[in-house]
């Protein structure tokens, strides 16, 4: 049994900002994405046990990923917000390379989802 809690979403308006936090056991590769209505599930951005991170091209440079150990809690600091942001967001984990993250279905745990709304 492995367990994910992701939490933090809410709504903002555009240019605001948001912290969310995933608590989970320890795998290499800890990740978030997110699914808008409609679409399929789409990699944000991951960070793996050396600290290396990775991001999607369309949140580079307004989202962080970074990770406590001592709390086994997942951070991505969202900032800049976009109304095109909106979606659920889902906190992944498994023993994968950072370089196999953007694709969905190489994690075998996932949190329960917490929704950003982004909206004037």
């Known amino acids: 049994q492995v367990d994910v809690v992701d939490s933090g979403g809410g709504s903002v308006q555009p240019g605001g900002s948001l912290i969310l936090s995933c608590k989970a056991s320890?795998?290499?590769?800890l990740a978030w994405f997110r699914q808008a209505p409609g679409k399929g599930r789409e990699g944000v951005a991951a960070?793996?046990?050396?600290?290396?991170?990775s991001y999607a091209d369309s949140v580079k440079g307004r989202f962080t990923i970074s990770e406590d150990n001592a709390k086994n809690t997942l951070y991505l600091e969202m900032s800049n917000l976009k109304t095109e942001d909106t979606a659920m967001y889902y906190c992944?984990?498994?023993?994968?390379?950072?370089?196999?993250?953007?694709?969905?279905?190489?994690?075998?745990?996932w949190g329960q989802g917490t929704q950003v709304t982004v909206s004037s």
């Open positions: 320890r795998y290499n590769c």
């Open positions: 960070i793996d046990s050396d600290g290396n991170t």
């Open positions: 992944a984990v498994d023993d994968l390379p950072l370089s196999e993250f953007f694709t969905a279905g190489n994690f075998g745990y």
